[in-house]
C-alpha cells in the first residue's frame, strides 16, 4: 500500500531546489557555463567551436528533458492499478529513420565546423609583417614554468610579451608530464618528458593571463601557476634587454627554492637550509639541483632535480642571491 504523498509540497521543494542548484552553478566564480573570453585569436576559434557544440547539446537537451517531463505528466498512473501493463508497441520504422539521420547531420554540421576552424587554431601564422612569431622556449620543471627569450633572458613563472605579435612556444619538459595552459590564450598543450610541442597566441590586449599546470604533476602541483604579461612593445623590449637578468636570481629564488624550502629559506615542506654550507659550495650545490635527492625517507621528502637544463648565467644568477639573501652560516661553509 503506497504511502499518501503530499504531491504539491513535493513537486515545489523539487522545483525551488533545482532552482537554487542553477543560480548557485551560474554565479559560481569560475565564470559560470562558458569559457573564459579569449585574447588570442585560436582562443576565440576554440571559444567558437564550444559555443557550436553547446548550441546542440543545449538543443537536445532541452528536447529530451522536455519530453521526459511531458510523458511523465501525460502517461502517469491516474489511478491504474500499479500491475496494469502499458500497451506493447513493435517498430516505427519512420520514427527510427528521424532519430538516426538527424544524429547523423548534427555529427556532420559539428565536425565541418571543427575542421574549418582547426588551422586557425593550430597552425602558427607565418606573421612575415611581423618578421616572423616571437619565439619563446618553454621548460617545466617540478614545480615552476622557465621561460627562454631569444636574446637568451630567462623568467620563472611568468612569461613576459609584446601585444598584437605571433608568440609561439616551445613546450619541453625536464622531468614528468605538465601542461601549458593559459586558457584566455588558447588551448592546453602536454610538456612531454623526451618530446617537443609547440603552440602559439597572439594577446590582444595589455594586461595578465593566468593559467596554471593542467596535468597532476606531484607535490607542489598546485604552485605551478604560469602568468603571462603581455606590455607594449617598448615595455616589452625594455624588460627583456634590461631587467630580466638583474632579476633573475630573486625570480629562481622565489619560482623555484621558495616553494618547498619558505620565503627566507627557513623550512617548510623541504628542510631549513638558512645554514646549510651547500648554499656557498657551487660545484656541490649543482650537483644536488641537477641530480636531485631523496636522502631523509621517505620518497615524500623528495627533491626534484630542479636545475636541469639550467645556463651557466642561471647556476651563478642563483649562487650570488643564495650568498647575498638566503645564507646565514659561516662563509667558510661549514
Ligand atoms: C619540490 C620541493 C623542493 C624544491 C623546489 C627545492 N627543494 Fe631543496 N630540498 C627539498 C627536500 C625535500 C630536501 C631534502 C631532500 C632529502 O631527502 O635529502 C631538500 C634539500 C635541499 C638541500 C640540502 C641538501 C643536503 O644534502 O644537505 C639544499 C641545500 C637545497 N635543498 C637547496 C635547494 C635550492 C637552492 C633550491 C632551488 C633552486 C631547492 N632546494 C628547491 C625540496 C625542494
Ligand atoms: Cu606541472
Not at 148 to 165: Q, W
Not at 197 to 207: C, R, V
Not at 279 to 289: D, I, W
Request: aromatic share 12%; hydrophobic share 40%; proline share 6%.
Amino acid at each position: 500500500m503506497p504511502l499518501p504523498v503530499r504531491r504539491k509540497i513535493l513537486v515545489l521543494a523539487v522545483l525551488v531546489g533545482a532552482a537554487l542548484a542553477f543560480v548557485a552553478v551560474a554565479y559560481a566564480g569560475n565564470g559560470g557555463f562558458g569559457p573564459e573570453t579569449p585574447h588570442s585569436p585560436n582562443a576565440s576559434r576554440i571559444n567558437s567551436s564550444y559555443k557550436w557544440i553547446a548550441l546542440f547539446t543545449g538543443a537536445i537537451f532541452v528536447i529530451v528533458e522536455g519530453t521526459l517531463l511531458w510523458f511523465v505528466i501525460r502517461y502517469r498512473r491516474r489511478g491504474r492499478a500499479r500491475t496494469v501493463e502499458g500497451p506493447q508497441v513493435h517498430g516505427a520504422t519512420r520514427l527510427e529513420l528521424i532519430w538516426t539521420a538527424i544524429p547523423v547531420l548534427i555529427l556532420a554540421a559539428i565536425a565541418g565546423f571543427i575542421f574549418y576552424e582547426l588551422p586557425g587554431i593550430k597552425d602558427v601564422p607565418a606573421a612575415k609583417a611581423q618578421g616572423g612569431p616571437l619565439d619563446i622556449r618553454i621548460d617545466a620543471h617540478q614545480f615552476y614554468w622557465q621561460f627562454t627569450y631569444p636574446n637568451g633572458a630567462v623568467s620563472i613563472d611568468e612569461m613576459h610579451v609584446p601585444t598584437h605579435r605571433v608568440v609561439r612556444v616551445d613546450i619541453y619538459s625536464q622531468d614528468v608530464d605538465h601542461s601549458w595552459w593559459i586558457p584566455e590564450l588558447g588551448g592546453k598543450f602536454d610538456a612531454i618528458p623526451g618530446r617537443h610541442t609547440h603552440t602559439w597566441f597572439q594577446a590582444n590586449e595589455t594586461g595578465t593571463y593566468h593559467g596554471r599546470c593542467g596535468e597532476f604533476c606531484g607535490i607542489f602541483h598546485a604552485a605551478m601557476k604560469a602568468q603571462v604579461l603581455a606590455h607594449s612593445l617598448a615595455d616589452y623590449q625594455s624588460w627583456v634587454s634590461a631587467k630580466a637578468g638583474p632579476d633573475l636570481g630573486r625570480n629562481e629564488w622565489v619560482g623555484v627554492c621558495a616553494k618547498c624550502h619558505g620565503p627566507q629559506g627557513e623550512g617548510d615542506y623541504g628542510p631549513n637550509i638558512t645554514t646549510n654550507g651547500l648554499l656557498v659550495q657551487p660545484a656541490g650545490l649543482h650537483t644536488l639541483l641537477v641530480d636531485g635527492q631523496n636522502r631523509i625517507k621517505p620518497i615524500s621528502s623528495y627533491m626534484p632535480p630542479v636545475g636541469r637544463g639550467w645556463t651557466d648565467k642561471q647556476f651563478t644568477a642563483l649562487d650570488l642571491y643564495l650568498k647575498r639573501h638566503i645564507y646565514k652560516g659561516s662563509q667558510s661553509g661549514g
